[in-house]
């Protein structure tokens, strides 16, 4: 009998762990989400096919233009005008050509093709930290709803005692029939507000479907619960950093970069170009002597040349302006998104510390007096909502933290809290 009684306590047991365990495993890792995007996402494979193709190009530009091959046949025969061959030529000359840029052409085009490729490899960069942070939104506003429902069920289940003691109350002629049905009326509005919460939770769900490019049919695994540890930066220090390696400084500073190496080239127009060749002929069967050749172009139109200098100037001075402009906006961004955190973190700590615990202990306290019959049923109903609506609240702090934190990693270009994701584009 004992036996049995331990095999059914078991059983019991198992059932009632076992779907928690799987569920604990089914869990979302924001992690495991984060590396499946940069993975995944057709957006950033057409960048990165785009660097690829740029990186080819900068390799093309420094090579020199295909060499020319020219075949002349001299005094052929009019009486026989459709032979034509070597053979029927007095004279056949076979002219080997090829075309050289002035020293230093070359490799500046090499060179600025290389400055676009790194700003294309930069601006994916970006990229990626934009698309991370829009994730990041999305998984946080998804467990924050999850946990939202949950707390609204946790409530429910809290007025599913209201009711059993207005029922005993009522039972004994201590509390109207019209407590119970003000408590049931309050839980089917905590169930409408559960529908509502569930539909956005959907809405979320379908965005990180999207950021992930997992089909919109396929099901979403329920979110783990939103970081709460805090996190600490020095502002100056970051700043620092984010001005040397945020991706968008590098793409303004790459193309900077590219100005001036593209100044420096249109300076090169004046210098000519040349060309060598050399052209074998052919008598009677036999090459006995050839041709060398050297040509060049004169750049004599200064005035066009003066103009595309002066056009590649102020790109350049442009181009190192804009770098400035964004160097200063990233660091207001910075600014900004660290003195978010900051209240945000202060919100978080009051509704931790204070608010949310002096809430509990009030519902607690008007559930006991409510029994003892020193309170109406509407004073308990307005403690209830206010336990309830400060729950919420408090995960909204929650979350708004985690969301100030991920605005900040994409201002600073940074991860501030470790996710063991490795950047692709680098």
């Known amino acids: 009998m004992q036996l049995a009684l331990a095999s059914i306590l078991l059983s019991v047991l198992v059932l009632i762990f076992s779907p928690a365990l799987s569920f604990a495993q089914q869990r979302l890792d924001l992690g495991e989400l984060l590396a499946e995007a940069m993975e995944n996402n057709p957006e950033l494979k057409a960048m990165r096919e785009r660097v690829n193709a740029l990186d080819a190009r900068a390799k093309a530009e420094g090579a020199l233009d295909d060499p020319t091959l020219k075949v002349e046949l001299e005094d052929l025969s009019t009486d026989r005008p459709l032979s034509i061959s070597p053979d029927d030529a007095m004279l056949t000359r076979y002219t080997f050509s090829q075309m050289f840029p002035f020293p230093g052409k070359r490799g500046l085009r090499e060179r600025i093709a290389g400055k676009e490729a790194s700003a294309a490899r930069a601006e994916l960069s970006s990229r990626e930290l934009e698309i991370a942070s829009m994730l990041k939104e999305a998984f946080f506003e998804y467990a924050f709803l999850d946990d939202s429902i949950r707390v609204n069920r946790g409530i429910k289940d809290l007025l599913a005692d209201a009711v059993r003691i207005a029922e005993t109350r009522y039972s004994v002629g201590q509390a109207p029939q019209q407590d119970i049905l003000k408590l049931n009326v309050e839980q089917a509005m905590i169930t409408n507000e559960i529908i509502g919460l569930e539909a956005e939770r959907s809405v979320s769900a379908a965005m990180l479907k999207s950021l992930l490019s997992r089909p919109q049919t396929l099901k979403l ?31 303004f500073q790459a193309e900077a970069e590219a100005g001036e190496l593209g100044e420096e080239l249109a300076g090169k127009n004046y210098y000519p170009d040349f060309m060598v060749g050399v052209a074998p002929i052919q008598r009677d069967n036999r090459f006995d ?7 060049v172009n004169i750049p004599l139109w200064r005035g066009k040349y003066g103009s595309l200098e002066r056009e590649a100037r102020a790109n350049a001075k442009a181009a190192r302006l804009r770098l ?18 900051e209240a945000a973190q202060r919100t978080r700590e009051l509704y931790d510390t204070t608010l949310l615990p002096q809430v509990e202990l009030s519902y607690q306290s008007a559930l006991r007096n409510y029994q003892a019959g020193t309170i109406d049923l509407l004073t308990l109903l307005d403690t209830e909502r206010e336990l309830r609506k400060t729950r919420v609240e408090y995960l909204r702090a929650i979350l708004e933290y985690n969301r100030r934190i991920a605005a900040l990693e994409r201002a600073a270009g940074v991860e501030l809290r470790p996710t063991g994701v490795a950047k692709r584009s680098e």
Request: hydrophobic residues 45%.
């Open 221 to 251: 695994s329920a979110p783990g619960e939103m970081p709460k540890a805090e996190i600490d930066f020095d502002l100056n220090a970051l700043t620092e950093k984010a001005l040397g390696t945020n991706p968008d400084v590098l793409m």
């Open 289 to 295: 002597n050839f041709d060398l050749m050297f040509q």
């Open 324 to 341: 400035l402009s964004m160097k200063n906006g990233k660091a207001f961004e910075i600014k900004r998104a660290a003195v978010q955190v």
